[in-house]
């Protein structure tokens, strides 16, 4: 099911279709870096990953992270959406743009359009975003989004303490 459009993508529910990608994606070295090796070694613990993840999630809180595929070449090329934590009051946007696409404003085009799409379908009336503080990259995507800084937290309970950012509707 597709989400939303922009200029140059789709945003589209993730299918165990998507595989392939989500294998390839998590196992790449900014991924594993900046998010965490999630130990998605073969396809099976990738179909997994879709139902334990993505799929779970839109069902229970109607939005999760979405496939974003690249119009002109009809391609996977990152994941991008919503995670509700236990530890934040409100969603925080994730992206994670595949490394042959990187620095071409994939994350910011599609992670700008979802801040809409939360705002203006899901109803959200703040949206949260984090990163490790060596993430310079996404520091910078996260205020040029519109996020400013508003603390340090332990976002996901694993001893990291990372940079939180929030954008009012």
């Given amino acids: 099911m597709t989400i939303l459009e922009t200029k140059r ?21 900014g991924w594993i870096r ?17 139902d334990e993840r ?10 999760g992270s979405y496939i974003v595929i690249e119009k002109a070449t ?5 994941l991008c959406g919503f995670v509700k934590r236990d530890t934040l009051d409100a969603p925080d946007i994730g992206y994670a743009i595949t490394e042959s696409r990187q620095g071409m404003g994939y994350a910011f ?12 379908t899901l109803g959200f009336d703040r949206i949260f975003g984090y990163t490790l503080p060596d ?4 520091l910078k995507l996260l205020t040029k989004l519109g996020l400013t800084y508003e603390r340090d937290q332990d976002v996901n309970n694993s001893g990291e303490i990372c940079k939180l950012f929030v954008k009012v509707a």
Wanted: net charge negative; charged share 20%.
């Fill in 74 to 78: 009809h391609t996977a090329i990152g």
């Fill in 109 to 120: 085009e599609v992670s700008n359009a979802l801040i809409d799409y939360g705002y203006d």
């Fill in 34 to 50: 900046f998010i965490g090796d999630r130990n998605i070694r073969d396809l099976d613990a990738a179909r997994d990953y879709i």
């Fill in 54 to 63: 993505l799929l779970s999630s839109y069902l229970k809180h109607g939005f």
């Fill in 9 to 29: 993508t789709l945003v589209r529910h993730a299918t165990h279709d998507d595989a392939p990608f989500i294998l390839q994606l998590l196992n790449e070295p």
């Fill in 135 to 138: 993430n310079t990259v996404s």
